[in-house]
């Protein structure tokens, strides 16, 4: 088995460039195909929810022991309304007002609960294959939450800060995926050239005996196939100059 060395596998893929350009581009097409016709767009809205652990500010401030209370309620909150009895009724809205046909278990799947550093700020996520749906499904979650979670915890307030924000695009990232294509293919291309450099045992001249043995090199065999089929290819060539020669002379009579 062949020795890898930097220079060696540079050489390698400088006389394999066209393989590794075709690799390259082959699987950014093919990714870029894929990304196009062949995944479905998904649209991401969200909304977030204002958590605090108090009903009132005393003197109009909040102490950080408050502070602290409103993120942990915050936690509490997402559990909540991630629940299946509230996404029954979030489904239920959605599909009287838009027409779908969605299941608590199937918008579970489309959200996703963050709190932003350091706030007690409960951020919602929709993911959807129809933008609309998503915002939708955004609003009904927290138009009801307020008064879910006083109905279920009975502790601290919430309020919706805005309405859901207009869906825009999340995937799939064609670009991304046209990127990730190219050194797919590029890589696939390059394991198998060296796999087939490894494994290859056969001398290909004295150069290649020079790199991998210290033995000197006393004579040469000439390839006898080589110059027969060179021979053999210069006699049919002056066979056929001196048959157009007879024919030009007929015509010429």
Not at 54 to 79: K, R
Not at 219 to 239: L, M, N, S, W, Y
Request: glycine share 6%.
């Amino acid at each position: 088995m062949n020795e890898i060395s930097l220079a060696s596998l540079l050489r390698l893929c400088w006389r394999n460039a066209k393989w590794l350009a075709l690799g390259l581009v082959i699987g950014a097409i093919a990714m870029f195909s894929i990304s196009t016709f062949a995944m479905t767009p998904t649209y991401q809205s969200s909304a977030d929810l204002f958590v605090t652990s108090l009903t009132y500010f005393e003197d109009g401030n909040i102490t950080s022991s408050a502070l602290a209370a409103s993120q942990a309620l915050t936690y509490s909150y997402a559990e909540v309304l991630n629940n299946n009895v509230v996404l029954e009724q979030v489904a239920d809205e959605v599909n009287e007002s838009h027409g779908t046909n969605l299941t608590a278990s199937g918008i579970k799947s489309t959200l996703n609960f963050t709190i932003p550093e350091d706030t007690n700020i409960l951020r919602v996520t929709c993911v959807h294959t129809k933008p609309a749906v998503a915002e939708a499904i955004c609003n009904a979650l927290y138009g009801m939450a307020p008064s879910v979670l006083e109905e279920t915890c009975g502790v601290g307030t919430s309020k919706q800060v805005g309405p859901a924000t207009k869906a825009t695009l999340a995937g799939p990232n064609t670009t991304l995926n046209t990127m990730l294509g190219a050194v797919i293919g590029l890589v696939l291309v390059v394991a198998v050239v060296l796999i087939r450099w490894m494994t290859d045992n056969t001398v290909k001249g004295k150069e290649d005996l020079a790199e991998h043995s210290d033995v000197p090199v006393l004579a040469e065999i000439p390839a006898f196939e080589d110059t027969r089929r060179k021979e053999k290819t210069k006699r049919v060539g002056k066979v056929k100059m001196v048959r157009s020669s007879m024919l030009e002379k007929k015509e010429g009579n």
